[in-house]
Every structure is written in structure tokens, then in C-alpha cells.
């Protein structure tokens, strides 16, 4: 039975596999259900941008793809941060719920003033001005009503259904309210200016492949890779879609050195976002449908932008509207940021709209412009439509937004080996799967991510030509993509012999199928490889089950969180201690671990410093020290996910 040491972490229980004289451990069979007192809750970011440098090939000498710019992304709220004041002991911590009670969320804006007594003046404000999120929640000053003004003009609030949807809390806020440290209107660092009628022809397929100026590593482009096959892998009423592509890369042009796809590397998708949202962002700017289309100077001061790894310089290039909105500029992954907010406070027409949204660029709407911006899921078609009297040029509302920038996918197979031959020739591919992430929008459909949304329009067109006997082929159906992340922890530490285990959740199990099929080339990998792939229902979401190329039941373990034994899968890293602790002390043994760091990733490494502590009789802090050391030296590599979009 797993119980609780006296150092707080939960014991490995004991199994008929607990054999220390053997140094291969078999893998444990029929244990029974062990519970343990963690809520595992797995968190998928719908974008993320790094500002780790990786290498395009395991060559060293291969140049490095440039450091991202970081990108706006959800910042830590007052309530996290009051969190990380109780762990410091500087605020109080208050009784824990008792379990599977939770206590009712209350926004940070319903009460200024208990926030205001926690920061005061001493260490706790300085503490928590240190872990600010930069727009100046640690500075909240709460709205008065005005005792001179004679008048109190209330704000009527917008009448449609997208403002509501948003929760701002006004508090106070009138017409005449007095508010202080607005921010200054952004400056426009892009322009628009006519094209000579001297000028070479502009072409754009902007709707199948973005600008030549949109490169991720100069001086190489996006290629423009034929999709030859895809599939769905999950079944009807699974929570998510899961998709399978086959992509063709025949004839992806030659880099430098051995740069090549690599087991367990990654491409960069270059997804659009979606023309029926750009369409809509046109209409509620009220840009005209016959400009929208025409070819114009893009110039700007300054940056990257449009390019997505360029140098940082000033530009000029020939483009049109449409393709800066559907390739350049994000438009529905990234909180509203308080420039926009302002910049539309400058062109709202109606005074209401124009003190709602000067109020949240204030201090006073400190609180409020804080739980707007970490509440539901907010797109711009979302806010033009909640303050449609304000449509702010298209040039000046691009200065303010976040570049699009591309969705990395783990590579699902072993790149060197997957080829298909047709008529003439052998034909290259490669392959990955996609999960489709969705949250509730606004009007009450689905939201879908820019990329996972993208490629699954591309799949669901593919798969519809195969039901009436078209081959998808034929469509010349195209995935914007490079290569990229082929020196990704995953990449870098794979390899041909030793043993492994491979843990991975939900879509993260992918990059695994490639490790096994390369491994599979040169040897038996039975008491050499071990699978741990959780799933919510192996009914629905079990994705490439019968498709590792190997008898599964000898190598790999399902666990399941909602169907079945209701566990997870750091339950069964803890079931499968021995095997784990041979891993750790093997001279070659690895273990891999893909999935959602903030879930998943978390809860396996806790049950790995469980292992470690159990079987090498260590204290925690020990524990992890050991663990820390395993990682430095390529023994335990841990990565987010299957570098989801």
C-alpha cells in the first residue's frame, strides 16, 4: 500500500516486480488501484512563443534560429502573486479548503481595498512589485466618486451582446470621473503608401502561402509542403480531435552541413488565421472591399515585424492588407494589451465607449483592466464588435497588435525511413499529429486555435475528398512550414541503444511512436523500451494505437483518467519504481517525459523525487538534488508538450 512518509512526499507501494537482485526489472502486471492526493490538471497554452535559442541541426556548427521577441503572454495576476506572498510568509495563509471543496473565485476589482491593506508599504509591496506583471497592478488606486462635481453623469454601458461577454466592472465610473495615469497613445510605427504605377506586378496566393518576406531563418522561406495524406486519430465524442498528417517534402531545399529531419525534431507551421475572421476584422474597421486587395508600400520605423525572425530595421515592401492581416498579425491569441485599449479609446466615437476604455488604460482601472484581460478568452473581432464606435486606421491598429508567429509540431515518426513511392519516384515524407484546442467564444461556438484550427480545415477538406473517392492529393492542399527545433531536447538526447521509457500524455505521446520505430531498425526493444501513454478514455482518445510497429502490450502502458483504472500517469510511474529507479542508475538508461508542464510534467517529476526518495533512502531536498543532476546530465529530459499550437 502507498502511504505517507514522514517527509510529506507519497510512498511507492510495494509490487510483486520489487526484485532488487535484478537488474531488469519486469513490468508490473495487475496492480491494484492505489489512490493518491493530487488533482492533475493539464493546461495547453494556444500559443506560445520562446525566447530559448535552438539549433536546426544536431551539427554544432549549423547556425542557431534566432532568440523570438518575447510576445505578450497571460500575466501573473494579484491573486497568483498573493499566493507566492503567503508561500514567502509574508502574508498569512488561511485554512486549506477541505478537499473537493473549492472556495468561490472573487475578482481582483470587487475588492480594491483589502488589496491595497495586503501591499501597504513594507516588504510585501516591494515583493510584490518585484513580480509584477508590468501593467501596474501592484499600483491599484481605487475610483471616488468626485464630492465637487455637481453632476454625476453614470456611463451607460454598450447595449450588445460582445460587451457584456467581457465583465468589465465600472464600479464608479461616470462620464466626469477624474482619472489619472492614462497611458500615452501608442506611437504608429506602421505606415501605408501607394504603389508607383511604375512598379513590377505584385502576386499574392495569399490565401495557400504567405509573403516571401515572411521567413523564419534568412535566407531560406517557407516551404510550401503538399499535404499526401491525413486522418482523425481519435473517435466520435472524443473531448478533442486529434489529426494525423502525412506532409511531402520531396523537394525541401537543401540548408547547409547535415541539417536534416531528425527523430524527435520539430517544423514550424506557418498558419493563417482565418479568412472569415480577417473578413470580419475589415468590416468593423469599415475598410473598403476594393483596397483591401490592393497592392500598397508597407513601411515601417522599425522591428521584425512582418518578417518573423528578420533583422530588427526599418522597411519597405510591397503588399496588400489582406496579407498583412491573414500572415502577420495575430488577431485572436493574446490578451488585449493596454495600447490597444487606448488606441481605441482615441478613435471611439461614442463618449461612453471612449471613458470605459480610457478608464481601463488608467490607474483607477487598474483592477478592472486586469480582470479583463485574464477572464474568458478575448479576440479582437471580440472587442471591435463590445465598442463598435471606434475604427481606428488599419495601419495604426497593426502597430499595436503581436505578430503572428508560427506553431511548432513534433515530428511523429522516424523522418529517415518514411518514404512513398508513386509512378515515378519515391516520394518523402513526413509525419505529425495535431490536436485541435477549443475554448467558448462569445457568441457560443467553439474558438479554435490558430494553428490546430488551420490544419484542421486542411484535414477535414482532405478527408471529405476520400469519402466521395478523390484522392487528397490531387486537392494540391498546401501546410505552410520549415524546419525547425531539429536540435530540440528531445532530438538531441535521443538515442540508438540503452534503455528508455518514454512517458507522454494526450497528443504528446507522438514524438514517442518515432523513437520507437528508429529503435525497432537495429534491435529487439522488448525489456529495452517502456511506453507510458495517458489518455482520458482509451475508447475515444487513444491515438496510433496498433501503429508502433511492435507487439504494444510488450512495451507499453495505458493509462486512463476517465475510462478504466481513473489513474494517472505519474500513478504509474510510481506502480513501475523499480523499473524507474534501474532507469536513474542504468549508465546509458533515459527517461523521457512530453506533455503539459503545468500538469502533467509537474505531477510525473513529483512522482519520480517520490521514487528517489523510497528507493535510494534520500530526504526530499536530497531527492531533488539527485534528480537535478540527472537531468544536467541527459538521463531524465523533460519538455512541454509536443510544442503545441
Known sequence: MAHLHPEGHTCCPKTTTSHPQDPIPAEPKDVPHVSFPSIITQQLSDSSAS?????????????????????????????????????????ATDPAPPQDQFPPSKPVSADIGEVQKILGEGEAKTKLEKACCGE????????????????????VVPDNEAFRSLQIRLGALSLDSKLTKTLDLPPEIVSFLPLPSTAVP??????????????????????????????????????????????????????????????GGAIGVCAPNDETIVGEVFDLLGVLRNVRDKPVILKTTGGRWPTIWGDDMPRELVTTRRELLTWCSDLQSYPPTKPLLRLLAEYADAPNEKKILLYLSSAQGQAAFCDFRSGPHLTLPQILHAFPSSQPPLSRLISVLSALMPRFYSLSQDPMVSYQRDSTQSRRLIEMAVTVHETNNWRGGPR??????????????????????????????????FRGLMANPLARQFCMDG??????????????????????????????????????????????????????????????????????VQDAVRHQADLVWFLLNALDGRIFVCGSAKGMGEGVEQAIVDVIIDKGNLNNEEARAYLEGKKNEGQYIAVSGTILA
Open 499 to 568: 534503455p528508455m521509457m518514454l512517458i507522454g500524455s494526450g497528443v504528446g505521446i507522438a514524438p514517442f511512436r518515432g523513437f520507437v520505430h528508429r529503435r525497432l531498425m537495429s534491435e529487439n526493444i522488448t525489456n529495452k523500451v517502456w511506453v507510458v501513454q495517458g489518455i482520458r478514455d482509451s475508447l475515444l482518445d487513444q491515438i496510433y494505437s496498433g501503429d508502433w510497429g511492435v507487439h504494444e502490450d510488450k512495451i507499453k502502458t495505458i493509462v486512463q483518467s476517465r475510462g478504466g483504472t481513473h489513474e494517472y
Open 448 to 481: 479554435k486555435g490558430v494553428g490546430s484550427g488551420f490544419m484542421e480545415r486542411v484535414a477535414q477538406k482532405a478527408i471529405a475528398a476520400e469519402e466521395t473517392g478523390v484522392d487528397p492529393f490531387s486537392l494540391d492542399l498546401r501546410v505552410p512550414m
Open 51 to 91: 525566447s530559448i535559442s535552438y539549433r536546426s541541426s544536431s551539427n554544432p556548427d549549423s547556425p542557431a534560429t534566432p532568440a523570438t521577441d518575447p510576445e505578450p503572454v497571460p500575466e501573473p495576476q494579484v491573486d497568483g502573486l498573493l499566493e507566492e506572498l503567503k508561500d514567502e510568509g509574508i502574508v
Open 136 to 155: 501596474g497592478c501592484c499600483k491599484l488606486q481605487a475610483l471616488e466618486l468626485d464630492p465637487e462635481s455637481k453632476d454625476h453623469l453614470p456611463v
Open 202 to 263: 505584385h502576386e499574392s496566393n495569399v490565401q495557400k502561402h504567405p509573403p516571401r518576406f515572411v521567413t523564419p531563418h534568412p535566407p531560406y522561406e517557407v516551404f510550401s509542403a503538399k499535404v499526401h495524406h491525413t486522418r482523425e486519430l481519435t473517435k466520435s465524442g472524443a473531448e478533442k480531435k486529434t489529426y494525423h498528417f502525412d506532409l511531402d517534402v520531396t523537394d525541401y531545399p537543401e540548408e547547409s552541413g547535415t541539417v536534416d529531419f531528425v527523430v
